[in-house]
């Protein structure tokens, strides 16, 4: 089943005194919207009065409950109408919706669909709450804060966009969004999914000193911009931990492990700055079982890696799928056609290649031919499941501003971020986004210096006495090389009380 984008027209919010407090439109459908009226949309419906009035009446009895009509609204020439079904439940001062073009055929999932949308969306949090503030005030403000955003958190890549292509600007129009209903700065972040099953990588499946780094770094962004602007900043960190897991070589039990052990040391750090979600907190959370059998029940998945299931992760993936892929040929075709598609499944291929070579699955196969065979479809696989996955996170945080650990153009509506702060870093490190990523914790290990600075590196160039150890992108530098064997000192790996690795760190020598 193709996933119903198309379908999708808006999401809104109408009050009852009939300010439209929020829409967020799909990029083929341009709702003409009136600042007031009534709260069903009066200056877009062309059905007949008495329908509208009976739709209305229906939305009053049974809310809060989601009610279901049909309506015919006008196209963006003022003139064409289009057939809708609307999804509308009644909020306390207004009435929120997703509006469908006719489903037809995928009425069963637009119907699983539309709760999803209404249920998790954040538009409700900060869209309905009035401000005092003044334009001007508001405008120096959003300046400000995108100043320090922009020097503090956007990465940019070899191909950035932030300043020639409105990128910039469309970030700063998001930021402003914020700052005139004075909310903190909702940003929404796919990531954390689970250590690198590559040994050579990483210290062990569980978060260390890494993603301590990463949560201090957002903290660090935080107090930056709560000195301009009080709100400050909130983060939804969305897992894509179960997404990939059964892709990537890791276990769904040890990916909830790791998403639970890391939530826990986020709060610790900072209660409250993270909101930390998994794949199935959106998509199966309060839904019934039959439901949710009679969504996935013609969906099957590959799993051409051997990693250990579970049933709620592999019932979440299906789900995904279901409610937000894109159709296979599609994608194949768009590889064929499109450079940026093609470079993107090269990219998830070539990577695995690298991340999979000491899994048992790649390991034992009898050539690179072979092994190149297997992560190509592995990366496609990838490809199709980073599509739904952008696709429900784009629909599920409609506000929020949209960042991501890979290297993007930063025109929008994503932008590549630097996931661990300038600050706390001795030395900027490149090299890993020539073979997809931005450096990240669950790739990396930690190497605190003697000055108290950081680097993140590859373990088994760090356990390399004469650090001769190489992978793809691990090519040390002479300035790290001298960084690291510092005259005097020694490297040793630092544990958690309950003995788990945590980092490297350069002690000196008696």
Same mark, same amino acid.
């Given at each position: 089943m +193709?996933?119903?984008?198309?379908?999708?027209?808006?999401?809104?919010?109408?009050?009852?005194?009939?300010?439209?407090?929020?829409?967020?439109?799909?990029?083929?459908?341009?709702?003409?919207?009136?600042?007031?009226?009534?709260?069903?949309?009066?200056?877009?419906?062309?059905?007949?009065a008495q329908d509208l009035e009976a739709a209305k009446?229906?939305?009053?009895?049974?809310?809060?409950?989601?009610?279901?009509?049909?309506?015919?609204?006008?196209?963006?020439?003022? !003139?064409?109408?289009?057939?809708?079904?609307?999804?509308?439940?009644?909020?306390?001062?207004?009435?929120?919706?997703?509006?469908? *073009?006719?489903?037809?055929?995928?009425?069963?999932?637009?119907?699983?669909?539309?709760?999803?949308?209404?249920?998790?969306?954040? @538009?409700?949090?900060? %869209?309905?709450?009035?401000?005092?503030?003044?334009?001007?005030e508001v405008d120096e403000i959003t300046a400000r804060a995108l100043e320090i955003i922009e020097k503090n958190f956007i990465h940019f890549a070899?191909?950035?966009?932030?300043?020639?292509?409105?990128?910039?600007?469309?970030?700063?129009?998001?930021?402003?969004?914020? &700052?005139?209903?004075?909310?903190?700065?909702?940003?929404?972040?796919? +990531?954390?999914? *689970?250590?690198? %099953? #590559?040994?050579?990588?990483?210290?062990?499946?569980?978060?260390?000193?890494?993603?301590?780094?990463?949560?201090?770094? @957002?903290?660090?962004?935080?107090?930056? &911009?709560?000195?301009?602007?009080?709100?400050?900043v909130h983060y939804n960190i969305v897992s894509d931990g179960h997404v990939f897991s059964d892709l990537v070589g890791a276990d769904d039990a040890t990916v909830?492990?790791?998403?639970? @052990?890391?939530?826990? @040391?986020?709060?610790?750090?900072h209660p409250g700055l993270i909101n930390f979600f998994r794949l199935d907190d959106f998509l199966l959370d309060n839904q019934d079982e039959d439901s949710i059998a009679a969504l996935i029940s013609n969906t099957v998945l590959e799993h051409p890696i051997e990693t250990k299931l579970t049933s709620s992760a592999e019932t979440a993936r299906r789900a995904l799928l279901c409610l937000f892929g894109n159709d296979e040929s599609s994608v194949r075709k768009d590889i064929q056609e499109s450079v940026e598609t093609r470079n993107l499944h090269h990219g998830f291929s070539r990577f695995m290649l690298e991340d999979l070579q000491e899994h048992k699955s790649c390991k034992g196969l009898p050539s690179?031919?072979?092994?190149?065979?297997? %992560?190509?479809? &592995?990366?496609?696989?990838?490809?199709?499941?980073?599509?739904?996955? !952008?696709?429900?996170?784009?629909?599920?945080?409609?506000?929020?501003?949209?960042?991501?650990? =890979?290297?993007?153009?930063?025109?929008?509506?994503?932008?590549?971020? #630097? &996931?661990?702060?300038? !600050?706390?870093?001795?030395?900027?490190?490149?090299?890993?986004?020539?073979?997809?990523?931005?450096?990240?914790?669950? =790739?990396?290990?930690?190497?605190?210096l003697a000055d108290g600075k950081f680097m993140l590196l590859h373990s088994k160039v760090i356990r390399s006495g004469e650090l001769s150890g190489k992978l793809a992108c691990e090519e040390l530098g002479s300035n790290e090389q001298l960084l690291l064997k510092r005259d005097g000192y020694t490297i040793e790996l630092v544990r958690f009380p309950d003995g788990r690795p945590s980092h490297y760190k350069q002690i000196k020598a008696c």
């Open positions: +193709a996933y119903p984008k198309d379908k999708i027209a808006f999401l809104y919010i109408h009050r009852e005194s009939g300010e439209i407090a929020f829409i967020s439109q799909s990029a083929s459908r341009r709702v003409p919207v009136a600042q007031k009226g009534d709260f069903t949309f009066q200056s877009v419906v062309a059905s007949k009446q229906a939305s009053r009895t049974i809310a809060p409950a989601i009610n279901k009509y049909t309506i015919t609204l006008l196209g963006a020439d003022q !003139s064409s109408t289009w057939a809708a079904t609307i999804y509308e439940r009644f909020l306390g001062n207004g009435f929120e919706g997703v509006v469908f *073009v006719d489903p037809g055929t995928l009425e069963r999932e637009i119907d699983y669909l539309a709760p999803l949308l209404l249920d998790n969306s954040a @538009m409700t949090r900060s %869209c309905l709450l009035d401000t005092s503030t003044a334009d001007q070899s191909n950035d966009q932030w300043f020639t292509s409105g990128g910039k600007q469309r970030f700063g129009e998001r930021v402003r969004y914020h &700052v005139a209903r004075n909310v903190p700065l909702e940003f929404i972040l796919p +990531a954390f999914p *689970v250590k690198s %099953c #590559n040994p050579d990588k990483t210290l062990g499946k569980f978060p260390d000193k890494a993603e301590e780094l990463a949560i201090r770094s @957002m903290k660090i962004i935080a107090d930056l &911009v709560k000195e301009v602007y009080p709100p400050g909830d492990s790791y998403g639970r @052990m890391f939530r826990e @040391m986020a709060h610790d750090l690179l031919a072979a092994k190149e065979e297997l %992560c190509s479809k &592995v990366g496609f696989l990838m490809l199709l499941r980073n599509r739904a996955y !952008s696709a429900m996170v784009e629909w599920l945080f409609p506000l929020a501003l949209r960042v991501s650990i =890979h290297p993007h153009p930063n025109r929008g509506p994503k932008y590549g971020i #630097n &996931v661990i702060h300038t !600050s706390l870093l001795a030395a900027q490190r490149s090299s890993e986004e020539k073979n997809f990523h931005i450096p990240t914790p669950w =790739h990396n290990a930690v190497v605190e």
